[in-house]
């Protein structure tokens, strides 16, 4: 399901929720969540896919994250400093 639809359906049944800002920034995201694919990371960070694959894959070279190739895909995550 798309997350807007998802909200949208959220707020129907729960009119009162509200929406909690939080940081959208790559190490952020990553603390919370050890584990994104592309459109994940892009959903919670507003970028585009295409965009969000690119940062990620820089952030490999970089060494801040790894990426894992899976038979569906992609997926990131940080990088394990205790091995």
Do not use: C, H
Not at 36 to 59: M, Y
């Amino acid at each position: 399901i798309p997350y807007n639809q998802l909200e949208g359906t959220l707020k129907k049944l729960l009119p009162r929720a509200t929406k909690t800002n939080y940081e959208k920034t790559w190490s952020y995201v990553f603390s919370k969540y050890p584990t994104l694919t592309a459109k994940e990371f892009s959903e919670l960070t507003g970028n585009p896919v295409k965009d969000s694959e690119k940062l990620l894959d820089g952030l490999v070279a970089k060494g801040n994250l790894e990426k894992m190739t899976i038979r569906n895909g992609s997926i990131w995550m940080r990088k394990n400093t205790s091995r």
